[in-house]
C-alpha cells in the first residue's frame, strides 16, 4: 500500500511564497531579533540553507534617520544576504517613511514595520506593539511609507494588545486596503509576552480573511510544532527564538540536517572572529556572551559554558574558554 494513502497526513513544508514583487523560496524567515540578527548572525543561519529570507534587526527610524553611527551599523547588510526584510521601528509617520526610502536605497529587498515588540522600552514611546492601540496611527504610519517606496512592504504584528483587545482582523484589513504585501504574524498579545502556546487559532482566522501572504509565527522549533503552523493554512514561516538556540534549525527542519556540539563550538569561534572585526572589544564580547548563553542550550553540558561565560571579562578569555570547552566534547 502506498504509505501516503488512505488517512496517513501528508507532511507539509513551506513552498514558496510572492510577496509583492519578491518571490521568496522556501517560503522560510530569519525573525528579526534586537541584539541578535546582524550581520554575522544572518550570514551563518544562511550559511546552514533552507533559510528563504533573513530579517534585519529592529532599526529605529528616529536614529536611522540621524544617522546615528552605531543605528548604521546595525543597519548595514552584505550583498550574499539577499533576499533581506528591512525592519524599522518608530511612530512618526514622515520619519519611518524617510526611513523606508534609505533602506530601499541601500538594496533591501521588503521593508517591514514593527508592530509587534512587546518591550516596554520600545512600546512607552507608542512604538512596536503600543501602535496596536491605535489603528489610525497604524494607518498612517504604512500608507506614509507605502507611498514613498517601491519595493514590498510588510507588517510584523501581535494578535493585540491583550485578549480583550484582539485587533488583527482589523490590522489585517487596514493593511490590504493599504497595500501592504504580506504580514508576518506572531499569534499572541502583547500582554502575553512569550508565555503559554501560541494560539494557532488566530493565525487561521486571519489568513482565512487576507488574500495578502500571512506568515505564520511562534513557538516552531521542531517538526511538531512546524506541521502545527503549517496547519494554520499559513503561507510561509518565522522563526526567531529557535534560530538563537540553532542557526541551522531551518535546515534540520527542512533537510534533516545536524550539528554536533564540536561543530558548534568552532562556529561560535568563527562568528566570534567576525564580530570582533566589526565592533569595538566590550560590544563584542557583550553580544558573543549572549549568543553563546543562548547557543549552549543546544550542547549536552552546555550549562558549564555558561556559567564560564558569567566569569569572563575580555576577548582572550573568551577565545581560551571556548577551546577549553572544545576539547572537554566528545564530539
Ligand atoms: C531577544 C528577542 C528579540 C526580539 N527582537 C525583535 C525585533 O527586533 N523585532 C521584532 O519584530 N520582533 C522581535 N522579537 C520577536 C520575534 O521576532 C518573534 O516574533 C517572537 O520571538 C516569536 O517567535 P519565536 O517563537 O520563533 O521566538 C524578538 C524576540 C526575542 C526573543
Not at 197 to 217: A, F, M, Q
Not at 288 to 311: D, E, H, V
Amino acid at each position: 500500500m502506498n504509505p501516503t494513502s488512505g488517512t496517513a497526513k501528508q507532511k507539509q513544508v513551506p513552498g514558496t511564497v510572492k510577496i509583492g514583487t519578491l518571490t521568496v523560496k522556501p517560503a522560510t524567515f530569519l525573525a528579526p531579533i534586537a541584539d541578535i540578527t546582524d550581520g554575522p548572525f544572518r550570514r551563518i543561519v544562511r550559511s546552514f540553507g533552507d533559510v528563504g529570507a533573513v530579517f534585519t534587526e529592529m532599526i529605529s527610524s528616529d536614529a536611522y534617520t540621524r544617522s546615528c553611527e552605531r543605528t548604521l551599523h546595525m543597519a548595514a547588510f552584505t550583498e550574499d544576504e539577499h533576499p533581506i526584510f528591512f525592519q524599522i521601528v518608530g511612530k512618526d509617520p514622515a520619519r519611518m517613511a524617510q526611513a523606508a526610502i534609505l533602506a530601499e536605497t541601500a538594496g533591501a529587498d521588503a521593508v517591514d514595520i514593527n508592530m509587534g515588540c512587546p518591550s516596554s522600552t520600545i512600546t512607552r514611546h507608542g512604538s512596536g506593539s503600543a501602535l496596536l492601540k491605535d489603528l489610525k496611527l497604524a494607518e498612517s504610519i504604512v500608507s506614509a511609507v507605502r507611498k514613498q517606496i517601491s519595493i514590498p512592504l510588510t507588517v510584523k504584528i501581535r494578535s493585540g494588545w491583550n485578549r480583550d483587545s484582539l485587533v488583527f482582523s482589523e490590522f489585517g484589513k487596514m493593511a490590504e486596503e493599504n497595500g501592504v504585501n504580506a504580514i508576518f504574524f506572531h499569534g499572541r498579545t502583547r500582554k502575553e509576552m512569550f508565555r503559554d502556546t501560541v494560539h494557532y487559532e488566530d493565525i487561521t482566522r486571519l489568513k482565512s480573511e487576507c488574500s495578502i501572504p500571512v506568515i505564520g509565527n511562534g513557538d516552531i522549533k521542531d517538526r511538531d510544532t512546524l506541521e502545527k503552523m503549517m496547519d494554520t493554512g499559513c503561507d510561509g514561516i518565522m522563526i526567531a527564538r529557535a534560530a538563537i538556540k540553532k542557526p541551522w534549525i531551518f535546515a534540520e527542519l527542512l533537510s534533516g540536517f545536524r550539528l554536533s556540539p564540536k561543530e558548534l563550538i568552532s562556529i561560535m569561534e568563527k562568528q566570534f572572529r567576525e564580530l570582533t572585526e566589526i565592533y569595538p572589544e566590550k560590544l563584542a564580547l557583550h553580544k558573543m556572551k549572549t549568543l553563546s548563553g543562548w547557543y549552549s542550550r543546544s550542547i549536552p553540558g552546555g550549562k558549564k559554558l555558561r556559567s564560564g561565560l558569567n566569569r569572563i571579562h575580555s576577548q582572550a578569555e573568551l577565545t581560551v574558554l571556548l577551546s577549553e570547552f572544545k576539547n572537554e566534547i566528545s564530539h
